[in-house]
């Protein structure tokens, strides 16, 4: 049986950070990673549409949530992108930001962010095992009996770094880590995906499939607003996609209430000032159909469908309309849905829930129930929204936990 100071397993974001931190703190110690998959990064190469959103300049608390949110501070502020910029410095991976604060590698290659990992894990000697299933963790009297589909292996200490389950089984994403810690005793909060689609009662947006519109997005649970965004909107057959809907969807994720999910489709005007734009418009166009009253100035079946569900018949002539115009700005001012249910965990960016934070330390990450067992990445009940936070965590949260290992096995 193989014995190492430090196994970390899962050879994601967060478990080739922690391998490589280990071996920069000490490059005597032994550090094996333990991947299911036959490559690591599989997710990683995925991230930010292949161009890996690495993190954001702006990491603080309110991007970032959990039961305790706090948790993640002392990781995102207080090492933050300092230490992500010049982890990644070391090994060659140069980060550039944007000016909406989204934080990239030079290359805006995700490809070349796994290859830069891989490349410092291997030339610092990490043992990286793939293929390798963690099956369960044994505590032992000093250290962790590690069990895996290809035969046990032993550690003084040991990094469970395994995520959660976004974006499905071919990027590694089962859950089974939460699953070996929950044998183990460990609590955790329930999990929901977040940053995903979301599908709507309504049939109205299958009928604009594939139409993309910049809107106000605000998501009402009654008449409390409970999240907002601006941005792309994207039309769908099952629903609403786009980057300002992904960015709210953590509150329809949890599913347990119809939400009333609300476009301004025109943000920059009031009710008024639209209402006065469509009167003119009423006047200016009276002998044209009500099919072409809003061309122009919508995307054109976007148009038609507002008049439409304003009870206005296409075919009516603009100038029998005058008197609803009001009605039609309301609605292009609120377009809503309603939506109590998202696209699921394999369309998902990140997973909300997961071990519930109270039982590990957030300086180190390191159990309060097993000395010597910590835990990072998104298998701990932190997730961020879309913009470079979950990666900000999954790399912070690593290096605090290898920091912390490394000390550990240094005193044993
Ligand atoms: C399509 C997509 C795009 C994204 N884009 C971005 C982005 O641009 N910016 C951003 O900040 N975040 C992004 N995210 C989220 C981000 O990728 C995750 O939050 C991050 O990868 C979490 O890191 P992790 O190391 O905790 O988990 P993961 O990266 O999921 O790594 C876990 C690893 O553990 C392995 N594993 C699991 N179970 C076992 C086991 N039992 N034994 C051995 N190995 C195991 C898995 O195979 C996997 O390799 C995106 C996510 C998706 C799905």
């Not at 100035?297 to 439409?308: D, E, F, H, S, Y």
Request: charged content about 25%; aromatic content about 8%; glycine content about 10%.
């Amino acid at each position: 049986m193989s014995n190492f100071d430090v196994i970390v397993i899962g050879g994601g974001a967060a478990g080739l950070t922690a391998a490589v931190s280990l071996k920069q703190k000490n490059a005597n110690l032994s550090v094996a990673v333990l991947e299911k998959l036959d490559r690591v990064g599989k997710k990683l190469i995925t991230t930010g549409n292949g161009q890996c959103n690495i993190t954001n300049k702006n990491l603080s608390l309110e991007f970032f949530h959990g039961k305790d949110k706090g948790f993640c501070q002392y990781a995102t502020e207080n090492l933050g992108n300092e230490k992500i910029i010049s982890f990644f410095e070391k090994i060659g991976v140069e980060i550039v930001f944007e000016e909406n604060g989204k934080a990239y590698p030079m290359s805006y290659q995700a490809g070349s962010v796994v290859d830069c990992l891989r490349f410092a894990a291997d030339s610092n000697g990490v043992n990286t095992l793939c293929s390798h299933a963690v099956l369960d963790i044994v505590p032992l009297k000093n250290g962790y009996l590690v069990k895996t589909d290809k035969g046990d292996f032993k550690a003084k200490c040991v990094i469970v770094a395994t995520g959660l389950l976004s974006g499905g089984e071919k990027v590694g994403s089962d859950g089974a880590g939460l699953k070996i810690l929950k044998n183990l005793g460990y609590k955790a909060e329930p999990l929901f995906p977040s940053i995903v689609q979301l599908k709507t009662k309504e049939e109205t947006p299958k009928k604009l499939k594939g139409i993309k519109t910049d809107a106000f997005v605000s998501v009402y649970d009654g008449k409390n607003k409970i999240a907002e965004s601006f941005g792309e909107v994207l039309f769908t057959d099952y629903g609403l996609s786009g980057p300002a809907i992904m960015q709210v969807s953590r509150f329809v994720g949890k599913g347990d209430k119809l939400l009333t999910v609300s476009l301004d489709l025109l943000p920059q005007y009031t009710i008024s000032q639209l209402t006065e734009m469509l009167l003119k418009r009423a006047k200016n166009l009276k002998n044209r159909p009500c099919e072409e009253f809003l061309t122009g100035m919508l995307n054109k079946r976007l148009g038609q469908t507002i008049l439409k569900e304003c009870g206005i018949s296409l075919s009516q002539s603009v100038a029998e309309i005058e008197g609803r115009v009001e009605a039609v700005a309301q609605k292009i001012k609120a377009f809503n849905f309603t939506s109590n249910a998202t696209t699921g965990f394999l369309n998902s960016q990140v997973t909300a829930g997961g071990l519930s934070t109270n039982q590990f330390d957030s300086k180190t990450m390191e159990s309060k129930l097993h000395k010597g067992l910590f835990a990072a990445g998104e298998i701990l009940d932190i997730d961020g929204d879309c913009g470079g936070y979950n990666l900000a965590f999954a790399w912070t949260s690593a290096m605090l936990a290898a920091k912390a290992a490394a000390r550990q096995v240094e005193k044993k």
